[in-house]
């Protein structure tokens, strides 16, 4: 007998703008991903002012999954996944993202996936949201900080329910919507809300608003899925990167504690329905000036979410500062150091698979809503052999440990997990750097950082291994 129910989701994650390329095919607008370069580990992407000519921007063609997509669900099927989790680019349904009418094209091409998928078996889950709002709305409205936007996403939010209302059964509105709580840098800001900080403004407060507006939005979405169709599985989608303390020393727990905030405050907002007690006092405090209605606190209290989808990668570790207050959050002295019992990937991500269980369980203990881990994988390098193999051993290792954890947070400690889905599945752009060369996939495609490459797809070591996981339920790890 397995630990995993019969109909755990196995699966594989990614998202539009990384994979599907095809940025201005059939009607599709400019999303903010377009207009973001290829860095790397050193070099930071830029987002530059519009689409400008000589820039290499890496999401244009991805891994051309948009005209590819046939051959992609056939290698999916032999993996054997049972779901696979994308997300809908909006600048395909909207392209400026404030039309009166949805573009045909791009919703015939989201039909015609989601029909190939089910043809094989495979249930999508569907992100409406992530990181790649069409660009227009930057420009026009200055992103989320416009309450305006709430109302466009929500017809876009309507417009793919009620077309896809038959064919999608699991969503989640924005993807990792606290992200830009806990980095409250110029990328995040970016991408998780179209936001560019003019001279001056508080970014701070800026951010909060953005999120906000995406909190009230997403649970409207949420109502207005629900009355489509009852049977909709809506899920919020969070970043979780638990933090440790430094030391037993009481200022340093309670500092890790504080940073756990940031983590878990919009799951909270999706979860419960209103704000945690903290973050209300925190925004009193700092005299924020946010436009939070009473209809708003209305709207969040009727919209909570089905399940908490969630992001694991690693985990952190956090120092106070002597003489700093320790408050929710603390601008620029973010005293995070190196865990020196973990390994790190060639990005200097930790990887800590207790730390998934430990996050199960955390998630488990808070809230009272069913978990679904999204994405969770290793970023490396692959070494092509001569004969086209690539034994990628390290990815394997990664997978079956935090399966593993995975495996014992259900089995001994009763959390109640809906199914897992790691990311990058097939190879596909970084979001963080713009690189093809951070690879996740248990599918190779051959294309590197410069862009160059024949696109062919190949199976790495981990497919196979993969595909045994998925035929045994999480029973041979081997
Ligand atoms: P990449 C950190 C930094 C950037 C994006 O990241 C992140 C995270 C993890 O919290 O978010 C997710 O590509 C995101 C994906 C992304 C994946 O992590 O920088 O939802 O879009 O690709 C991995 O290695």
Request: glycine fraction near 8%; proline fraction near 4%.
């Amino acid at each position: 007998m397995s630990a995993f129910p019969k109909d755990f989701l196995w699966g594989g994650a990614v998202a539009a703008h990384q994979f599907e390329g095809g940025w201005s095919a059939d009607g599709k607008g400019i999303s903010i991903a377009d207009v973001m370069t290829a860095g790397d580990n050193q070099t930071k992407r830029r987002i530059t002012d519009g689409v400008q000519p000589g820039e290499n921007y890496p999401n244009h063609d991805a891994i051309d999954f948009y005209h590819r997509y046939k051959d992609d669900v056939e290698l999916f099927s032999e993996l054997g996944l049972k779901c696979f989790r994308t997300s809908i680019a909006w600048s395909r349904i909207f392209p400026k993202g404030d039309e009166e009418q949805p573009n045909e094209k791009g919703l015939q091409f989201y039909d015609d996936l989601f029909d190939d998928l089910l043809a094989h078996h495979i249930e999508p889950v569907i992100t409406l949201s992530h990181f790649e709002m069409p660009y227009h709305l930057v420009q026009a409205y200055g992103g989320w900080r416009n309450r305006k936007l709430i109302g466009f996403f929500v017809k876009f939010a309507k417009v793919v329910f009620d077309r896809y209302k038959d064919k999608v059964k699991y969503w989640m509105t924005f993807n990792e919507i606290n992200n830009q709580v806990g980095m409250l840098n110029e990328w995040s800001l970016f991408t998780n809300s179209g936001l560019i900080i003019h001279p001056g403004e508080n970014k701070e407060q800026a951010m909060f608003q953005a999120a906000h507006y995406e909190a009230v939005a997403s649970a409207l979405a949420v109502q207005i899925g629900h009355t489509i169709n009852s049977d909709f599985k809506i899920g919020c989608m969070v970043a979780m990167g638990p933090v440790y303390p430094a030391t037993p020393n009481p200022n340093d727990v309670f500092k890790a504690e504080r940073m756990m905030q940031t983590n878990y405050y919009l799951a909270d907002v999706q979860v419960k329905g209103h704000y945690p007690a903290f973050l209300e006092h925190y925004f009193a405090r700092r005299q924020f000036n946010l436009d939070i209605t009473l209809e708003d606190r209305d709207v969040l209290l009727a919209g909570k979410v089905d399940y908490i989808g969630f992001s694991y990668y690693a985990s952190h570790v956090i120092k106070a500062a002597d003489e700093e207050p320790t408050d929710f959050i603390t601008l620029g002295s973010n005293q995070e150091i190196k865990n020196t019992t973990l390994h790190r990937s060639d990005w200097g991500w930790e990887i800590d698979p207790v730390g998934l269980r430990y996050a199960l369980n955390w998630f488990s203990d808070r809230y009272d809503v069913p978990l679904f881990i999204v994405e969770n994988g290793l970023g490396a390098f692959d070494k092509v052999e001569e004969n086209g193999s690539i034994h990628d051993d390290y990815r394997i290792d990664y997978l079956r440990q935090h399966i593993e954890q995975m495996k014992l947070a259900v089995e001994v400690d009763g959390v109640k997990l809906m199914g897992y889905t790691p990311w990058g599945i097939i190879d596909l752009v970084s979001a963080g750097t713009g690189q093809m060369e951070k690879r996740y996939g248990v599918i190779y495609v051959d294309k590197d950082d410069q862009g160059k490459g024949t696109l062919a797809r190949s199976k790495k070591d981990s497919f196979d291994w993969f595909h045994k996981v998925i035929q045994s339920n999480g029973e041979d790890l081997t």
